[in-house]
């Protein structure tokens, strides 16, 4: 049976039928919280709660950790990026637990970036520690849960770089939340039936279920990562996000005359058009992004940001 576990600055708590029961526990990082799975089920079954409402939630993944990504992980995103889901790699990008943010907080698009982009993923909290070249056969002996999280993007860093960590490290560019569903292995099974849905100022910018679109699965995914990098307890692995980003490929034959100029000329004229797009994220739009199956068994809440610019 699913868990909903909840943060605030101060303490840890469990959602119930009749709200939030608090959780006696010393632990203040996400990987010690899943170590006292007994105080987490003693709260479970708690009747003095709170008003869920009344939370001002924070993260449930606590930093510092590993955050790991997988690209273009969904066919929908690889066709609108211009490749071929057939033969597209199954790789991976790291970026900063400095990223991480709260479900309801700002997104803040630094001064120096012109082109913010949004792509809401389901992360895996892993509840295990998982050595290098660990041999994964079921996904529930080491994922504990799963998140909403939304791998914000600057793009006019991350193009010319031909890298994505900068462009993705900013701070505020990972928010995570508003809840850690812990599952079992069975809840698991279910992972193909999740949609995926974010929108902008109410209108929806990104639509997909899990089975009718990802490429890689988790638990192939994981296999692949943990042959050259470890994982520990409360580590964050994104799993991909379908089309509808701001950014998507140009029509092939734009790519094959821009291939025949200048690096310099080449960026200087796709910013100049990518700047005339208004799905890029603006100042003070509401992003809400949310994770859930279609007949609402599971469920891993809604959260709902609003873009600021530092000027």
Known sequence: MSLTVLRTADAWYVATPSGAAKVSTAATTTAELLGDRAAISAAAGSADTVPVASLDLV???????????QMTNFASHVIDAGMDPETVPLTFFRKASGSISG????????????LLDYEVEIGLVIGREIPTGTGITALG????????TNDVSARDIQLPQTQFYEAKSYPTFTPVGPALVLLDADELTRFADLRLRLSVNGSVRQNAVVGDDMIYRPLEALRALTRFQRLDPGDLVLTGTPAGTALSAPPKVVEKIAALLPPALKWKLFFKGQAKNAKYLADGDVVEATVATDDGALDLGTQRT???YRR
């Open 59 to 69: 993260s449930p993944v606590t930093a510092p950790c590993r955050v790991v990504a």
């Open 103 to 114: 479900p309801f907080d700002d997104v803040v698009r630094p001064a120096h970036v012109t």
């Open 141 to 148: 002996d080491y994922v504990a849960g799963l998140v909403v």
């Open 306 to 308: 609003v873009v600021r």
